[in-house]
């Protein structure tokens, strides 16, 4: 009877042992495939960015090499560009209060992972309003 209730425990303790290392690896796992991303990585993802994403009716300035500046822990600015680093999103305005049409412009998007493993940026919103 001890014998039996022994062998009974060990293999309890075997299968959580099991279950609990196989939870381990899949995170462990999905940690390596998104690495941090970094100032330097959204300023060469949106200097590389497809402009045609943001369509012909939204007036927004093309990204520059210009320095990076940063606001606060998360988030950082490259000209007009505000990104939030720990979020992945970035977003630019333009107003043009004088402008008959298009006064008010606005580009939103995220940053993602290419199967490359290099960041890219991808429009999410791009609105354009009287």
Same mark, same amino acid.
């Given at each position: 009877?001890?014998?039996? %209730?022994?062998?009974?425990?060990?293999?309890?303790?075997?299968?959580?042992?099991?279950?609990?290392?196989?939870?381990?690896?899949?995170?462990?796992i999905?940690?390596?495939?998104?690495?941090?991303?970094?100032?330097?990585?959204?300023?060469?993802?949106?200097?590389?960015? !497809?402009?045609?994403?943001?369509?012909?009716?939204?007036? %927004?300035?093309?990204?520059?090499?210009?320095?990076?500046?940063? !606001?606060?822990?998360?988030?950082i600015?490259?000209?007009?560009?505000?990104?939030?680093?720990?979020?992945?999103?970035?977003? %630019?305005?333009?107003?043009?209060?004088?402008?008959?049409?298009?006064?008010?412009?606005? %580009?939103?998007?995220?940053?993602?992972?290419?199967?490359?493993?290099?960041?890219?940026?991808?429009?999410?919103?791009?609105?354009?309003?009287?």
């Amino acid at each position: 009877m001890f014998r039996t %209730v022994h062998t009974a425990m060990v293999i309890g303790l075997l299968f959580m042992l099991v279950g609990c290392e196989g939870q381990r690896q899949e995170k462990d796992i999905g940690e390596v495939r998104q690495p941090p991303h970094t100032a330097d990585g959204a300023k060469e993802a949106l200097l590389s960015m !497809d402009l045609r994403q943001i369509g012909p009716g939204v007036l %927004v300035p093309m990204p520059k090499n210009d320095p990076i500046e940063i !606001d606060n822990a998360d988030e950082i600015s490259i000209g007009a560009y505000h990104c939030n680093l720990k979020e992945r999103t970035f977003q %630019v305005n333009a107003e043009y209060p004088n402008a008959h049409r298009h006064k008010f412009n606005r %580009v939103s998007g995220v940053f993602e992972l290419s199967a490359h493993g290099k960041w890219v940026a991808k429009v999410t919103e791009a609105v354009s309003g009287h």
